[in-house]
């Protein structure tokens, strides 16, 4: 069984409290790896004028939007980080 959208939530709520230790800028695979939910397939499947998307081919498409988000926001993509 592979970790998914639940286990992601919970690691990153983690990662933003003292039981990891130095939060966000220690993750050694920031942006590597996402499971997405259910809203945000439906979010990329508008996006990407999709009818069906893998889960496969969601982390190149949220890598895509991530990398050309600065051109549609204020700052650099990693200003846009939380």
Not at 2 to 30: C, M, S, W, Y
Request: charged fraction near 20%.
């Amino acid at each position: 069984r592979e970790a998914g959208f639940f286990a992601k939530e919970l690691i990153q709520d983690l990662v933003d409290t003292p039981i990891f230790a130095g939060g966000r800028t220690n993750v050694a695979d920031h942006n590597s790896y996402c499971p997405v939910g259910p809203g945000s397939i439906n979010g990329l499947k508008l996006v990407f004028r999709r009818e069906w998307i893998y889960p496969s081919e969601t982390l190149p498409m949220i890598q895509a939007l991530h990398s050309f988000a600065g051109d549609f926001f204020e700052g650099t993509p990693q200003e846009l980080d939380p």
